[in-house]
């Protein structure tokens, strides 16, 4: 029974790139998350999708970062132009449908910004 | 805004004591939670959660407590074994979106 899959597991990019992070959820799951942690910090809330909508992303930023989970393959967060700032690892977690069911996590995708 | 804190940002134990890790949070209407542990290199690992209408959780080795009075909750495992080496988050949910906040986590740090 697989668990939450991301991929890369490690990208570099060079500032002005774009980065793409996939995450396949697992299997039955249709509720996404994406959840970004800098160095000896928690993780902090991005984005919250269902398939073919986005709920909620007040925890995104304005500009340059988006994400999708359409209704076939993964769901994906893409940041346009990255900066310095950008370098994290990012997680993925996804959960069942109903009320108050735990995420279950991916081990991330570590982005380094040259 | 939510926030949520935790008392010890590192324990250090002995193997084969029990660990007590505490979690604050800030919004009084969160009523689900769940801990978390975090490797080195990995994501989250889901280990118990808990609702609010429930003040006492039991796991294998593992036991929450939720003291909503207090807005508090801990995790406490038994005979800590060097494998439970990790930084352990609580997280409250629930709500419409069901999206998680994580303090900054305790490091568990096991001696043999």
């Known amino acids: 029974n697989a668990g939450v899959m991301q991929n890369p597991r490690h990208l570099v990019r060079r500032r002005g790139q774009e980065a793409r992070l996939r995450c396949s959820p697992m299997?039955?799951?249709?509720?996404v998350y994406w959840y970004r942690q800098l160095p000896e910090e928690g993780l902090k809330f991005m984005v919250y999708?269902?398939?073919?909508?986005?709920?909620?992303e007040s925890g995104m930023p304005k500009e340059r970062f988006s994400a999708e989970f359409p209704k076939e393959g993964p769901s994906i967060l893409r940041i346009q132009q990255v900066v310095r700032g950008d370098s994290a690892a990012y997680f993925c977690?996804?959960?069942?449908?109903?009320?108050?069911?735990?995420?279950?996590f991916g081990d991330g995708t570590r982005l380094s910004i040259l | 805004g939510e926030s949520v804190g935790l008392h010890l940002p590192t324990l250090s134990v002995q193997e084969g004591d029990n660990s007590i890790i505490n979690c604050a949070y800030s919004?009084?209407?969160?009523?689900?939670f769940i801990w978390y542990k975090q490797e080195s290199g990995k994501g989250p690992q889901f280990i118990i959660d808990?609702?609010?209408?429930?003040d006492k959780r039991q796991g294998q080795r593992v036991t929450v407590l939720l003291n909503k009075t207090v807005k508090h909750l801990s995790l406490q495992i038994a005979a800590t074994q060097p494998g439970d080496s990790a930084v352990y988050f609580c997280?409250?949910?629930?709500?419409?979106?069901?999206?998680?906040?994580f303090g900054t986590g305790t490091l568990l740090a096991v001696q043999p």
């Open positions: 977690a996804s959960h069942s449908s109903g009320t108050n069911q735990p995420q279950h």
């Open positions: 999708l269902q398939k073919e909508n986005i709920i909620d």
């Open positions: 919004n009084s209407a969160s009523d689900y």
């Open positions: 997280a409250p949910g629930g709500g419409a979106t069901n999206k998680l906040i």
């Open positions: 299997k039955g799951h249709s509720h």
């Open positions: 808990i609702r609010s209408n429930m």
